[in-house]
């Protein structure tokens, strides 16, 4: 039997990990940390279950596949609960949309800002479709490796203006500009720029439009859980709390890799679910590729960081959505802060996650859990002491969301704790404390985006929002997907 070794038990290497087992390729999975999950890691505290993020699961599709391929269910580890709307948007000035796929209530919500726009939204919504059914179910879960992939993937870019923005895109089918805000944010979720990432991007509303937005029972971890619990099911091997120091070659060959408590596991196959720069710089160290990739990545545009208050408090709110963007005074203006200029403004965008309006068991009796989440610049272009600035910043939101949602927010307040830049570099071994990986910029994009098999180690892989296509749950899932597909063509 051929044996895979996959670093990182994140979506990308369980979703990669489930496929080869699923395959009959003896797979093992070691995680650094003391649990599965990644950037979908969890805590627990007094009571309160708390998930790092993803928190917004879209195409659940993609998931049951990875049950499918054995024939099982995902039903039997994982319950999928419906949200709605799927996000509640929020503008200083006191204006609210709500976004779902009731075509009735968006209509109305839309003509309630600018009647003119529902017309434009269903010609915008259209072109999204075009673009999910290129980008999405054609080119989305497939691996460029060559220029020439590229080339032929060319026309099709072209025909759906690739070259534009997001945010340019939208303008072009509505006028009025809190629905462009409403109908370009997305790329954010993704760690992209509305202004500048590529209008493929607008695909993510056809995602949601067909799908639904989901949220996992017990919380995003609880998926991460049954994720886990079908790969062992299938006879996969998962090694938790010791980390992967070393990548180990024979020439151009990975023969397996080392871990920190002095454990070598032999692979025919190894891939990578880490950080890219992680993978190339520190566990590659002792092979020339290594080197030159990561000197190649210090010159890429990584996405930003993000700054995160979690907190748990007294009472429930009905009338708070699980999701909710609490817009800023300024939008272009605050992007172009974050991604361009490295500045950590006065003002802010948030994204509120509060999960016990969908599933109350995250919090006891009469409880809440709620995190605020604020997109910031990436620690290469914002080299703060975040022991100090994360005061700082807390209090602010805190300000906010009392001010515009819960005025009496302080008082209620029985668990709170933050998780700034420096923990994803700390935790995830994230460059720079990057959220996302590489920026989802059209010249990062497919072939320009980290290889699903390295050019040079050829039976080194790599899955995750590094690679094809990209950052979200189902990003990672269709990497993993891309990746397996040429993992079980070179093992077979």
């Not at 673009?131 to 992939?149: C, I, M, N, P």
């Not at 340019?168 to 629905?179: A, Q």
């Not at 800023?328 to 490295?342: A, C, F, Q, S």
Request: aromatic share 10%; proline share 5%; hydrophobic share 40%.
């Amino acid at each position: 039997m051929k044996r895979a070794v996959i670093i990182g038990a994140g979506f990308g290497g369980l979703a990669l990990a489930i496929r080869l087992q699923s395959a009959g390729i003896a797979t093992t999975l070691i995680e650094a940390r003391d649990r599965p999950g990644g950037r979908a890691y969890v805590w627990k505290k007094e009571g309160y279950t708390f998930d790092a993020g993803p928190t917004v699961i879209t195409d659940p599709d993609c998931l049951s596949q990875l049950w499918r391929l054995s024939g099982h269910d995902i039903a039997q580890d994982v319950t999928l609960l419906p949200v709605s709307p799927f996000y509640r948007l929020h503008w200083p000035d006191g204006t609210s949309f709500d976004y779902s796929n009731d075509d009735t209530a968006l209509h109305a919500e839309i003509a309630r800002l600018e009647p003119a726009d529902v017309e434009g939204y269903r010609k915008f919504l259209a072109s999204s479709g075009e673009v999910y059914r290129e980008g999405y179910e054609r080119l989305g879960h497939v691996a460029f490796l060559d220029f020439k992939s590229m080339l032929k993937a060319a026309p099709a870019l072209a025909q759906h203006q690739a070259w534009r923005s997001v945010y340019s895109m939208v303008s072009s089918f509505v006028k009025n500009e809190k629905l462009r805000e409403a109908l370009s944010f997305h790329t954010l979720l993704v760690g992209g720029n509305p202004f500048s990432t590529s209008a493929i991007y607008a695909l993510i509303h056809k995602l949601e439009k067909m799908g639904g937005v989901w949220f996992a029972k017990g919380g995003t971890n609880a998926l991460i859980s049954g994720m886990v619990t079908h790969f062992e099911r299938l006879g996969g091997t998962l090694h938790l709390g010791d980390p992967v120091t070393a990548i180990e070659t024979v020439g151009d060959r990975a023969t397996g890799v080392t871990t920190r408590a002095g454990l070598r596991f032999e692979a025919d196959a190894v891939a990578s679910n880490a950080d890219l720069m992680h993978s190339y710089r520190d566990l590659l160290a002792g092979h020339a590729r290594g080197e030159r990739q990561a000197l190649s990545l210090q010159r890429k545009r990584w996405s930003p960081s993000l700054f995160l208050v979690h907190f748990g408090i007294e009472g429930t709110w009905p009338g708070i959505p699980h999701h909710m963007i609490l817009f800023g005074p300024r939008y272009k203006e605050l992007l172009t802060d974050i991604y361009e200029h490295g500045v950590l403004a006065e003002d802010f965008s948030l994204y509120l996650h509060h999960p016990t309006v969908t599933d109350p068991d995250l919090a006891p009796p009469g409880h809440s859990t709620f995190y605020a989440l604020a997109p910031v610049p990436h620690m290469g272009k914002l080299p703060v002491d975040w022991e100090q600035v994360g005061k700082v910043m807390t209090d602010r939101i805190l300000d906010e969301i009392e001010r515009r949602l819960i005025p009496d927010i302080r008082s209620r307040i029985k668990v709170m704790f933050s998780y700034a830049p420096p923990d994803f570099e700390h935790d995830l071994n994230a460059h720079m404390g990057s959220a996302f990986s590489l920026e989802p910029l059209l010249t990062q994009s497919a072939w320009f985006r980290a290889h699903n098999r390295d050019d040079v180690i050829s039976n080194l892989y790599f899955t995750g929002a590094g690679t094809h296509p990209g950052a979200g749950i189902p990003g990672v899932v269709g990497s993993a997907r891309a990746t397996a597909t040429l993992m079980l063509e070179d093992l077979a």
